[in-house]
C-alpha cells in the first residue's frame, strides 16, 4: 500500500486523464447524492482543513446507490457541499463529478451526461468505468 502523499498524487494523475471542460458558472444541475471513494475523502478533509470549511456528513454508498435507484429529486439527499447553486469544493470533487459532461454514452449504462457540455474529447462508458475502478483501488 502507498503512502497517503502517494496515493494522493496518483489520485491526481487519474483525474488528470479525465478530458477538460468547463462548467457554466452558477450551474449545479448535475450536483445529487454523491459518493466519495476512501482517497478521495482524504482529499476532501485536507482540503477543507486548509481552506476552513466546515465538514459535512456524506452520504454512505447504500444511500447514494438507493437514491439514484428511486430518481429522488429530494433536496435533503443533496450533495452536502453544494451551496447556493455551487460547488465548495470544486478542486477536490469526486471523479464522478468531474466525469460529468465528458462520457460519450455508446452502452446507455452511464448517466453522466450535461447539456452544457462543451468538452472536445469524451471518454467512453468503459473508459470512464475503469478510471473510477482506478480511483476505487487506489
Ligand atoms: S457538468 Fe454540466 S450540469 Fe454539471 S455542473 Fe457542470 S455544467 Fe452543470
Ligand atoms: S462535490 Fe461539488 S460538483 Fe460534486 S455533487 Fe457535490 S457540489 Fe456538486
Redesign the pocket.
Known amino acids: 500500500m502507498l503512502n497517503i502523499k502517494k496515493r494522493l498524487t496518483e489520485l491526481n494523475k487519474i483525474y488528470n486523464k479525465i478530458p477538460k471542460m468547463e462548467c457554466v458558472p452558477g450551474c449545479?444541475d448535475?450536483?445529487?447524492p454523491?459518493n466519495f471513494q476512501q482517497i478521495e475523502k482524504v482529499n476532501l478533509n485536507r482540503f477543507l482543513k486548509t481552506n476552513g470549511i466546515n465538514k459535512k456528513k456524506l452520504l454512505s454508498l447504500d444511500k447514494v446507490i438507493s437514491m439514484i435507484k428511486s430518481d429522488s429529486s429530494d433536496e435533503k439527499f443533496m450533495?452536502p457541499?453544494?451551496k447556493d447553486d455551487r460547488?465548495?469544493?470544486?478542486p477536490v470533487?469526486?471523479i464522478?463529478?468531474r466525469l460529468f459532461g465528458i462520457v460519450k454514452h455508446d452502452t446507455g449504462l452511464a448517466n453522466l451526461q450535461c447539456l452544457h457540455s462543451d468538452a472536445k474529447t469524451y471518454l467512453t462508458e468503459e473508459q470512464s468505468y475503469k478510471l473510477m475502478e482506478e480511483v476505487k483501488r487506489l
Request: charged letters at 20%; aromatic letters at 12%; hydrophobic letters at 20%.
Open positions: 449545479s448535475c450536483c445529487g454523491v450533495c457541499y453544494r460547488c465548495e469544493i470544486y470533487r469526486p464522478v463529478c
